[in-house]
């Protein structure tokens, strides 16, 4: 009795299907989003022969880096707001430092909300979404924006009672002292960052962290290792000095940025631009550092295999290019910025892309990634495609705009740009095109060549060639331009 009772039960048991691991719920990955401030494309994976960013580096060589990837708009709150959200500057209207996301839209959700409305673990650690004000908080995460033991942005903090060490740099804009790494306000960020990760690595639902390191945004004050790291004649001159050829004066800015105030504006002479460019370069190596921190605590954790990893610069910067020092123009140093995706089991690690990307098309990116559907109203494209094939496009061009007169806060929350200019790139050209923010008319035309001539020296508006291809590319940016939303307060 009992051997037939056993041979029953064992006949039961093998006719009830059994779960097998490819049948288990997938669990989804984790994200780590991390947004750098001024960071153009200087670095080491992109082929500069100078800089030393290692960890940037490190990163690309796992997943796929995008050679041809534009901001919405060169400035930090404005940029932050469009590819946080998804959407446009001008469909935000927002294109000032003076309005916020959350005032113009207070049901905006941002892609770390999202991800939290769909099972997950959001926190946001230093500058993220803005970093100005009220806009440094982020609405409904799971974690409050996290603080950074009340370290500042701009300036070196050491124990009560320890006297900074002499500064070794002699520009107003540098600070090159001796100090430790635990006395800047982004080493406290990775910091935290690896804290948190540790406390999230015991957590069974997935996490989004986003987190923002400042530098290498001015001033340009970090520890004395990393200006160590470039010999000052090692400092490349300026490779493309002086205005392109043609270019309209409305083009360009006071560079107030670097240069001072209007009304008490300064020059610089050779030794100060080289000094100037030498701190970028260090400034670049110790956020990179801080980064390389936080990429060895996912690996340390065993995260690496379930974690997305994307890094991107919030807008370029110029060091010189075109007489030009700082951001808020539409040529290629402040409009093209950096953008790296590593997607376990997804692509070659070390690809690189020349398809054209753009900010706004991170926040489908990672839904796709993530097996999240999309919430309404995004502007921009899943790069999924790309990070599975390299050589694919998703998209013909990427637009980036910003305003004249150009000024960070845009003179008050309910002031209105006098001009606008569009910068429309293809895969060969880059049209930019200023219009007049009450009529529409335009008032100033540029057409770069990217093939023939990748650093626009020469405007060729006013060309045959130029003739020939304006039209069908203004028809192409007014295609891509949305109705403005000017949200009344």
Known sequence: MKTTLALLTALLLASVPTMRAADAPKQKPNVLFVVFDDLNNRLGCYGDPVAKSPNLDRLAARGTLFTRNFCQQPICGPSRASFMSGRRPDSLGITSMTKYLYDLHPDAVTIPQWFMQHGYTSMSIGKVLGGYGKEADFKM????????????????QLPSGVALPPNLAKDSLCENRDVPDEACFDAASASLAITELRALAKKPEPFFLALGIFKPHSPYKVPKRYWDMYRLEDIPAIETPTRPRNAPEIAFHANHEILGEPNAPRTLDEEAKREIRHGYYAAMSFADAQFG?????????????????????????????????????LFGWDARVPLIISAPGIGTGGAKTSA?????????????????????????????P???????????????????????????????????????????????????????????????????????????????EAAAEIPALAEQLRSMTTKRLETKR
Do not use: C
């Not at 996290?146 to 500042?152: A, Q, S």
């Open 141 to 156: 995460l799971s974690v409050p924006d996290r603080r950074t033991g009340g370290k500042t942005k701009d300036e070196f």
């Open 293 to 329: 921190r936080v990429l060895d605590a996912l690996d340390e954790l065993k995260l690496r295999d379930n974690t997305i990893v994307v890094i991107i610069g919030d807008n370029g910067f110029h060091l010189g290019e075109h007489d030009v020092w700082g951001k808020m123009t």
């Open 356 to 384: 054209i990307s753009e900010l706004i098309d991170i926040f489908p990116t990672l839904t796709d990634l993530s097996g999240l559907p999309n919430p309404p109203q995004l502007d921009g494209a899943s790069l999924v």
């Open 386 to 464: 790309l990070l599975k094939d390299a050589s694919a496009s998703v998209k013909p061009a990427a637009l980036t705009q910003h305003p004249r007169p150009a000024l960070y806060w845009g003179g008050g929350p309910k002031a209105l740009p006098q001009v606008m200019g569009y910068g429309l790139t293809t895969d060969r050209w880059s049209y930019h095109e200023w219009r007049d923010f009450k009529t529409g008319l335009v008032v100033g035309q540029e057409l770069y060549d990217q093939q023939n001539d990748p650093l626009e020296t020469v405007n060729l508006v006013g060309t045959v």
